[in-house]
């Protein structure tokens, strides 16, 4: 799940030039936000919302360049009617199909597919895997049997599935965890690869919710809510990408979506690696915007090399203005721009501007080579 929540309402844009209105009070709204009346000197951190300083141009990109796959989200619409709102907003934004990942598996998955089923071409539910019999004989094959039957049900897909140090069952005694390489799911793996199922993982998480919750750590304002620091028996960090890196190359026929880039992306270079060397795992974009615009010439070049492995992703709920953030950062060549109520950062934020070919990519061209192949592939092959 993300870890940034808070998306701005809803606002109908019919034209340019309304756009153009409703914008110009959105920066005059955002600029008379009423500052906190405190003295300088004793403003807290968490307090603190920067308003750029810059007369420079400011995108609001409400559609995708191109047609976009959404990887990355789950099943938030609490009815038919919120369901039938967010394929308006899907259709406002270009996004033309939506990937829900439940977690879900037995009865459960079926009440999440019976939602969804309704719009067949605009969602995929992907299911969780059944882990309640772990420590039993029948572990495996109670799983096996648990993601046959949501295959039957209509789950094109495994997700996500996640471990930030406590195992994907959430243990807090450690001799109780399953760990995503323990070698007791390998069986289950191995099936997703036999049933055509990518697997979408997410593993650990930023690395300064690891770090001391001090005065250097750089993402102490959002770090703060998702700290890990304080839980010293979980896996670290490096450990949890081994785990991923030893899942992905002892099942190379199942694909592996590694979400929110695999929480590298305070380490491109190392998943950059990791993409290169293994032709079954893909990354995820979803809510790691603002992790990634503070640097933007590093982030795009990532972008270029690893263009055939990305997948665009939310995970942030279903507004129209969540999207036209995303598309922002992806495409724009604006610079130094806050987010902070959506992201939780008050680190300033720069468009990638990658390129339409780049773009046509992670929007679409590699999601469709997974769901409609769903086989290993990719330009490393
Ligand atoms: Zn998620």
Known sequence: MTIILNIKADIPMKSFFQTGILLLLLVMG?????AVKQEPGSI?????????????????????????IDMHSHPYAGGPDEIAQWVKNMDRAGIEKTIILSGA???????????????????????????????????????IAGLERCVKAGAKGVGEISDKGNGLN??????KRLYLDDPRLAPLFEKCAELNLPV?????DPVWMYQPM????????????????????????????????????????????????ANLSYD??????????????????????????PIPRFAKEFYMNNQDKLLYGTDMGFKPEMYAVTFRILESTDEHFYET?????????????????????VYHENAVRIIKGRKPGGMYQ
């Open 44 to 68: 807290l951190l968490k307090n603190y919302r920067p308003v750029s300083i810059y007369n420079i141009p400011e995108s609001h990109i409400e559609k995708a360049r191109f047609g976009v």
């Open 200 to 204: 979408n993982v997410h593993i650990a």
């Open 105 to 143: 598996y037995g009865t459960q998955f079926d009440s999440v597919y019976a939602l969804y089923a309704k719009y067949p071409g605009r969602f995929e539910v992907w299911c969780g895997l059944d882990l309640s019999a772990f420590g039993g004989d029948e572990f495996a094959d109670k799983a």
């Open 170 to 175: 959430k243990q807090d005694d450690p001799a």
């Open 214 to 261: 001090d005065s250097t750590n750089d993402g102490l304002m959002n770090a703060l809510d998702w700290r890990l620091d304080d839980k010293p028996d979980y896996r670290s960090h490096g450990e949890m990408i081994s785990a991923l890196e030893n899942i992905v190359k002892a099942h190379p026929k199942t694909i592996f979506i590694a979400c929110h880039f």
């Open 341 to 361: 109520e959506q992201f939780g950062y008050h680190w300033s934020l720069n468009g990638l501007d990658l390129p339409a070919a780049v773009l046509k990519k």
């Open 30 to 34: 955002c600029r008379q936000q009423p």
């Open 268 to 293: 491109l270079n190392r998943l950059d690696t990791l993409l290169h060397r293994y032709p079954n795992l893909y990354a995820d974009i979803a809510a790691r915007y603002a992790e990634t615009a």
